[in-house]
């Protein structure tokens, strides 16, 4: 089973960058794509960032295009969410996600970032905080 650990987060203000981090030391995450979600109490857990297997694809939902962006380490099994332009709005718990059933084309299908069912680990989260 992958253990997927989770770095980063903290506090910003609006406009400011955080960066976080999910890497998988025993087996690696040369075979597993890596989605980012995040959640506020009271609400669905939502999608924001898919990466697959190779980092060569990734996919992002709309409230966050353009301002944030996963990329891979494959030397570190480590995946990063950059977080830049952060709203108050991107105050959340940010989880990520892989998938048993993990596939290089999964995150060119948009529902990759709604299926929260599909993914089986799971890291342990980690608070971003945007507040003036």
């Known amino acids: 089973q992958l253990q997927l650990k989770q770095s980063g987060g903290g506090l910003a203000q609006p406009g400011g960058s955080l960066r976080l981090s999910c890497s998988e030391t025993?087996?690696?995450?040369?075979?597993?794509?890596i989605v980012w979600f995040r959640q506020v109490p009271g609400k669905e857990r939502e999608g924001v960032a898919c990466i697959s297997s190779s980092g060569l694809s990734t996919n992002y939902a709309d409230s966050v295009k353009g301002r944030f962006t996963a990329s891979k380490d494959r030397a570190k099994d480590t995946v990063y969410l950059q977080m830049n332009s952060l709203k108050p709005e991107d105050t959340a718990v940010y989880y990520c996600?892989?998938?048993?059933?993990?596939?290089?084309?999964?995150?060119?299908?948009?529902?990759?970032?709604?299926?929260?069912?599909?993914?089986?680990?799971w890291g342990p989260g980690t608070q971003v905080n945007v507040s003036s």
């Open positions: 025993r087996f690696g995450l040369d075979y597993h794509a």
């Open positions: 996600a892989a998938s048993s059933g993990s596939t290089e084309t999964m995150c060119e299908d948009p529902e990759s970032l709604k299926r929260v069912f599909f993914y089986d680990y």
